[in-house]
């Protein structure tokens, strides 16, 4: 992290200096002002008709420091000007449409006619991206971008320009894995407690429990113009075994081993913490960069597997049993299921084991045969680990007994496996033909009368 901040600070002395220069050459103030939509859209198109670098990178400051100043009302009018003003330029595209007509689909002129068709707001946010901290402030305004498309479907093709332009600047190569620990400054580890998203952190005495222990690790990947925001942060287990519930790994009573002598290292917590990055792939294999590290620190660690939770699950067993017409259900299931309903079923050992016996076919069905529009598993969750190489290896029948888990899985987690010898071909098989790696023991559990359903519509 020192050399990337060296490198950052470099750049940003370099960025002041010729924002100063910049502003000195077109009477700009220093001081950062809210502006009106009028003012942000001028100053845009100012800022495309310039070639000086000293200007641009002024304009692109003041710019972006007006927008981050304006009221919601007029960062949502500049935000639909880039949609309705900031497309492409139409006689260029008409003038390279012609060109195409006339001469074919020559390579010059389908180079052309592309850079036609590219819209200027992508132009803008190249220059915007100048500005000293102009990519976190690119990454907050699609943030904003992204709280109004819903209501203001035109923001759309802002947005893909946007997700265009970011899975250029935020691929794989340019993120750097750093270890995260209890010297790591406080600025960071404040942005830890801040963006857990999986496990909730309490207070410091929590992190200090995830991060201080010669059993835990915690790992971020970083962006060289982000370099105090980590983009993902993966927590990690240090065991003896592969566990089946969270409650033990985050107990702040229990015992830590020894780091030499576990042989399983459990990732409990992947946190993604920008929003205005959502959407936007980092690229498959990050799990196995981490594997990779805790190998070499600790060769006596041989098993890396999860121990994930299923957000989507109990949306998706409510829509079945609302079907009349599921294949997943008969009237004995149903019966069984209701339990699902009352407050505290699971505090019941018969009635939980009778839920277990219905809830684990289901949850094999759900993982390896329940596909969406694009032929992949319907749970987020599983959609990472299966793409990053994992195998679906265990079902842990109320592994989460927190508020949240109950809710959005009736208590399951997955435990998914990084065999570091089938990694790329579980990828492989996933990303080509949407096939999931399981073990036999999970297939085992798929409800036979769901496969004998759809054998027969087959």
Request: charged share 20%.
């Amino acid at each position: 992290m020192a050399t990337l901040g060296l490198d950052r600070a470099s750049l940003s002395n370099l960025l002041s200096t010729l924002t100063e220069r910049g502003r000195s050459l077109l009477g700009l103030s220093n001081g950062a002002r809210a502006m009106s939509q009028a003012e942000l859209i001028g100053l845009g198109e100012t800022l495309l008709s310039r070639r000086g670098e000293a200007t641009g990178v002024a304009l692109a400051n003041t710019l972006l420091a007006g927008y981050s100043a304006a009221s919601e009302a007029d960062q949502l009018a500049f935000l639909n000007a880039l949609a309705d003003l900031f497309g492409p330029d139409m006689n260029e595209l008409n003038a390279a449409l012609a060109v195409v007509r006339d001469k074919g689909t020559t390579p010059d002129a389908i180079s052309k006619l592309l850079k036609a068709a590219e819209p200027r707001r992508q132009e803008l946010i190249r220059r915007l991206n100048l500005a000293p901290g102009g990519t976190a402030s690119l990454v907050r305004m699609r943030e904003a971008l992204l709280t109004h498309i819903k209501d203001h479907p035109a923001l759309k093709h802002v947005d893909s320009d946007f997700v265009h332009l970011f899975a250029s600047w935020f691929n794989r190569g340019f993120l750097v894995l750093q270890r995260i620990d209890w010297t790591t400054p406080a600025n960071i580890l404040e942005k830890i407690i801040r963006y857990e998203q999986v496990h909730a952190i309490s207070n410091w005495d929590d992190l200090r429990s995830r991060l201080a222990p010669s059993d835990r690790r915690c790992y971020g990947f970083f962006h060289p113009q982000l370099v105090d925001e980590p983009l993902i942060f993966v927590e990690v287990a240090l065991t003896r075994e592969s566990p089946a519930a969270i409650a033990p790994l985050l107990d702040l009573t229990r015992a830590p081993i020894p780091a030499t002598d576990a042989t399983t290292a459990v990732f409990y917590s992947i946190s993604n913490t920008q929003r205005g990055l959502g959407g936007i792939s980092f690229g498959n294999f990050l799990i196995k960069q981490v594997v990779e590290e805790i190998k070499r620190e600790l060769p006596n660690v041989h098993t890396f597997v999860t121990l994930s939770p299923v957000p989507g699950f109990a949306a998706w067993l409510k829509r079945e049993r609302a079907s009349e017409t599921s294949p997943l259900l008969d009237g004995a299931s149903r019966a069984i299921l209701n339990a699902l309903d009352t407050p505290n079923w699971a505090d019941d050992p018969d009635i939980a084991e009778q839920v277990k016996a219905e809830l684990l076919p289901l949850a094999a069905y759900y993982f390896i045969e329940a596909k969406g529009s694009r032929g992949h598993p319907l749970d987020p969750v599983a959609r990472f680990h299966l793409g990053n190489g994992a195998r679906l290896e265990r079902l842990n029948f109320l592994g989460d007994r927190s508020e949240k888990g109950m809710q959005q899985s009736y208590g399951l987690m997955v435990n998914y496996l990084y065999a570091l010898d089938q990694i790329e071909a579980n990828h492989e098989a996933f990303a080509e033909k949407g096939q999931v790696a399981s073990s036999s023991t999970v297939r085992k559990m798929l409800p036979a009368r769901a496969l004998a359903e759809t054998s027969a519509s087959a």
